[in-house]
């Protein structure tokens, strides 16, 4: 599996982003596909992850309420939609996916920025 990552960039406090995560390679109807992120100094944590098959969603506790994460099955394309965003989310955001039964995240995109200045 192939994944490609966009749609971070420069944003104030409060405001909204949505990040892509474009699939190819396999059919994702027997994947997991998650978001994490890497702030500098600090290690990447889980943020949010999406089960193909059903559309079954998890999220961390500190993004519940403020983020979304959906599927479009026609473009294989993840989509983390970010709201009242806050400084404390500055990262390297980036797109992962975890085939069935491995418990393991084994293909991971190349990140996307997202900066939020207070």
């Known amino acids: 599996v192939q994944l490609q990552a966009s749609g971070g960039g420069l944003v104030q406090a409060g405001d909204s982003l949505r990040l892509s995560c474009a699939a190819s390679?396999?059919?994702?109807?027997?994947?997991?596909i998650g978001w994490f992120r890497q702030a500098p100094g600090k290690e990447r944590e889980f943020v949010a992850a999406?089960?193909?098959?059903?559309?079954?969603?998890y999220y961390t506790d500190s993004v519940k309420g403020r983020f979304t994460i959906s599927r479009d099955n026609a473009d294989n394309t993840v989509y983390l939609q970010m709201n009242s965003l806050k400084p404390e989310a500055t990262a390297v955001y980036y797109c992962?996916?975890?085939?069935?039964?491995?418990?393991?995240?084994?293909?991971w995109g190349q990140g996307t920025q997202v900066t939020v200045s207070s």
């Open positions: 999406i089960r193909w098959s059903d559309g079954e969603t």
């Open positions: 992962a996916a975890q085939a069935s039964g491995t418990h393991r995240f084994d293909y």
């Open positions: 390679g396999r059919t994702l109807s027997s994947y997991v």
